[in-house]
């Protein structure tokens, strides 16, 4: 198991942008990929976007968040950041990460316990 800690939400306006980092407790494999989530307040805890840790770099976002979120990752650190711009309401959540034991964010399965995640509130 990896432990993973999430950071980096807060409070923004709509159009806004927060950058979030997911710390890994140790290296991970290359055969991995790191997942972004989401759980809005009354919702499931949704996909939200993959970055591989091989070569070449295999990234996926839904479609929700197509063109305004940007993932990437630096193995030296064992890290992934989420870039987020042109935030909306519907943004809101906590948003967690992951690892998942395929790029194929339909056929992927998490393989650690959830953090506490980090909480993005987009509103005015």
């Known amino acids: 198991q990896v432990e993973l800690k999430e950071s980096g939400g807060g409070l923004v306006q709509p159009g806004g942008s927060l950058r979030l980092s997911c710390a890994a407790s140790t290296p991970i494999a290359v055969l991995y990929t790191m997942g972004w989530f989401r759980q809005a307040p009354g919702k499931e805890r949704e996909f939200v976007a993959s970055?591989?840790?091989?070569?070449?770099?295999?990234?996926n976002y839904a479609g929700s968040v197509q063109g305004r979120f940007t993932i990437s990752r630096d193995k030296t650190r064992n890290m992934v950041y989420l870039q987020m711009d042109s935030l909306k309401p519907e943004d809101t959540a906590a948003y967690y990460c992951?690892?998942?034991?395929?790029?194929?964010?339909?056929?992927?399965?998490?393989?650690?316990?959830w953090g506490q995640g980090t909480l993005v509130t987009v509103s005015s």
């Open positions: 992951n690892r998942l034991n395929s790029s194929n964010p339909q056929r992927a399965k998490t393989l650690d316990a």
């Open positions: 970055i591989g840790w091989d070569e070449p770099i295999a990234i």
